[in-house]
């Protein structure tokens, strides 16, 4: 088993890839050939540990993590299907933000009339690896807002650091005029986006919540958008805190839910000026599509930490 460090990622991932295996993971989801378990959550002692598997190509694998009064601890192991063979256990941070940072891309290049203008809502980690993704794979022109006025110091600074030059904006409303996708990827607890905030034909990615108890857009952003997709929607019914807030104002409407994997798959697609949205909440399939990319590029050399584990049956050893 090859065991990958933080900084092992951040050398081998680039958002380009990343955005090519998950577009080939959900065109296989709609075809049957890759599969998804949606999230279970273990809560004891005031900790959550969470676990989402699925399955691509010949790999199957999860990633879990720990969470609570502490900073979230995130691992994640992929085997090869054929054999059971334990391939790779990775520190999953930084993975899971490009991995999500990413499918926001791939969001908007199916769900937007374009990507050449983007807002992003929340400069948290997550949020700096939004605007990454969007200015690396994408060439976006982006718009930044946070609350936190240090925050918003702290990203320039990072992001100038890198090269990447954005426009902060004064509020929610400024952030969302003029462009054609808005990005929420925030920790709030309550919603902040208003339908009369946005332009006419906007995309929304909505990443930020997978809690019940969280939502980002108020349910009038729900009703207003006409398509709305999800990556499974067994899965967001039960996390989408954006979704259960809509039902509860009798402002969500089912059908006009549809899986992204239908619109990788061209089954369903954006007509003209809708608006449109993407409620992700993070399924195991994408991690392991990653964890496959990680795999397939470790393979071709280098010289990386490796640990003897096998947990298959020792025959003829039986303890008494």
Not at 111 to 127: E, F, P, T
Not at 134 to 156: D, L, M, N, P, W
Not at 163 to 181: D, P, T
């Amino acid at each position: 088993m090859i065991v990958l460090r933080e900084g092992d990622v951040g050398k081998l991932l680039d958002y380009k890839e990343i955005f090519n295996v998950l577009e080939r993971a959900f065109l296989e989801w709609s075809q049957g050939s890759a599969v998804n378990t949606p999230r279970t959550r273990t809560v004891t002692a005031g900790a959550v540990l969470s676990i989402q598997a699925g399955g691509f190509h010949n790999y199957m694998g999860f990633k879990s993590y720990a969470s609570g009064k502490f900073n979230p601890n995130f691992i994640s192991l992929l085997f090869d299907s054929s054999n059971g063979e334990l391939l790779l256990m990775v520190e999953s941070d930084l993975m899971g933000r490009m991995r999500t940072a990413a499918l926001s891309v791939l969001g908007a290049k199916y769900l937007a009339k374009g990507v050449g203008s983007v807002a992003v809502i929340g400069l948290g980690r997550q949020g700096l690896a939004q605007v990454e993704a969007f200015h690396e794979i994408a060439g976006s022109s982006i718009k930044v807002y946070s609350r936190s006025k240090e925050r918003i110091f702290e990203a320039q600074k990072w992001l100038e650091e890198k090269g990447i030059r954005v426009k902060v904006a004064s509020s929610y409303a400024e952030a969302c005029e003029g462009v054609e996708v808005v990005v929420t990827i925030t920790s709030s607890q309550s919603p902040f986006l208003k339908s009369s905030m946005l332009p006419h034909g906007v995309h929304i990615n909505a990443f930020g919540s997978n809690v019940p108890s969280r939502a980002e857009v108020f349910p009038d952003v729900i009703k207003a958008s006409e398509i709305i997709a999800v990556e499974d929607e067994a899965q967001a019914r039960v996390e989408a805190g954006d979704f259960l807030l809509a039902e509860k104002m009798n402002m969500m409407d089912w059908s006009k839910v549809v899986t992204f994997s239908s619109i990788v798959s061209g089954k369903v697609r954006r007509a003209g000026d809708q608006i449109t949205m993407f409620k992700s909440v993070g399924v195991g399939l994408e991690d392991v599509a990653v964890l496959s990319l990680l795999y397939e590029k470790v393979k071709k050399g280098g010289v990386w930490e490796e640990v003897q584990v096998r947990g298959t049956w020792s025959q003829g050893l039986v303890k008494k």
